[in-house]
């Protein structure tokens, strides 16, 4: 069993950065993918970056709203998911998700919440122009 707890988020300014972080707990093995989602008010679970470990290779996919300003990493040492937003702007408030799943997705599902089987709780953002 997969556990995630996020920390981090909080209010910010636009053009503002923050960093999220999704600790993990319990065995994840060599193999897995983890990503972050976000929800705003009234709209769907949004993906907006994965991370994929394959033994020794990391793949990152991004939704293209965030591609240049978000970066995903993962410090497999200390179990913990990372992402750090920068150029932050009112449209990226959102409650941002960590989720996880002990498989290597292919491309096309890394950004879809229905591949993923663990979820955290949230951590709300909110960007003020």
């Known amino acids: 069993q997969v556990q995630l707890v996020e920390s981090g988020g909080e209010s910010v300014q636009a053009g503002g950065s923050l960093r999220l972080s999704c600790a993990a707990s319990?065995?994840?093995?060599?193999?897995?993918?983890m990503a972050w989602f976000r929800q705003a008010p009234g709209k769907g679970r949004e993906g907006v970056a994965a991370?994929?470990?394959?033994?020794?290779?990391?793949?990152?996919t991004y939704a293209d709203s965030v591609k240049g300003r978000f970066t995903i990493s993962k410090d497999n040492a200390k179990n913990t998911l990372y992402l750090d937003m920068n150029s932050l702007n009112p449209e990226d408030t959102a409650i941002y998700y960590c989720?996880?799943?002990?498989?290597?997705?292919?491309?096309?599902?890394?950004?879809?919440?229905?591949?993923?089987?663990?979820w955290g709780q949230g951590t709300q953002v909110t960007v003020s122009s």
């Open positions: 989720a996880a799943d002990l498989q290597v997705l292919v491309s096309s599902s890394r950004l879809l919440a229905s591949a993923y089987t663990y």
């Open positions: 319990g065995y994840m093995g060599s193999r897995h993918t």
């Open positions: 991370i994929v470990r394959a033994g020794t290779f990391t793949y990152r």
